[in-house]
Structures are given as C-alpha cells and as structure tokens.
Nanobody, 127 residues
C-alpha cells in the first residue's frame, strides 16, 4: 500500500528556513518521479519542485535559488529545503508521486499527472 506522509511544516518569520519531509512507503521513491506542490485556500494547487528518476530537478521560478528538492534513498524519503522564506510561500504543502505510469515527457508541475498524494503540511510565514 502506497503512502506518503509529510512533516516539517510550521511557522517561521520571513527570511527563515524549513525542511519538509515526505516519508514514502509501499514503493521505492528513487524509482519514481515525485514533486512538491502547495495550495492556498481558494487557489489552485501549484507545483513547487519536482525530481525525476535520474535525479533531475525542476523548480517554479519564484523559488529557484531558495528551495532545494532532494531524496534520501536509504530512508526512502523526499525533502524540500526551503530557505529565505517569504510570506507568499505560506501554504499547505503536499508531496506527490507518479506510480505505475511513465513520467517520461510529463510536465512536472501539473498536479493532474500525479496519482498519489500525502495529506499535506502547513507552512506559515510571517512578515
């Protein structure tokens, strides 16, 4: 049974850092495309960062240079290191995976292409 469990959210001041974790079970995370998304109430879910099966990473422009997506294969986990946080980064953050499908040629930031999701972890950034 596939499960994705996020943790690490919290409340920080602008300029601070957080590291989000996504513990994966029921499959091998390193063999699948995964991503981090975020969503504010009333807004569409947006892609924040993605990583493919060979370790290539992708970022939305507003987080490039501040956020880093990476895996720990030994722990079967995905992470999102977030530095220099801004109030506009505040949202519910979700970990997602594409399992049982090829991720070749996908648009990493399209939520419809991911078929497994975690429950989310809240990030609050105060100015």
């Amino acid at each position: 049974q596939v499960q994705l469990v996020e943790s690490g959210g919290g409340s920080v001041q602008a300029g601070g850092s957080l590291r989000l974790s996504c513990a994966a079970s029921g499959y091998t995370a390193s063999s699948h495309c995964m991503g981090w998304f975020r969503q504010d109430p009333g807004k569409e879910r947006e892609g924040v960062a993605g990583i493919d099966t060979v370790g290539r990473t992708f970022y939305r422009s507003s987080v490039k240079g501040r956020f880093t997506i990476f895996r720990d294969n030994a722990k079967n986990a995905l992470y999102l290191q977030m530095n220099s946080l801004k109030p506009e980064d505040a949202a519910m953050y979700y970990c997602a995976a594409i399992i049982g499908r090829t991720c070749e040629g996908i648009f990493w930031d399209r939520s419809s292409q991911y078929n497994y999701w975690g429950q989310g972890t809240q990030v609050t950034v105060s100015s």
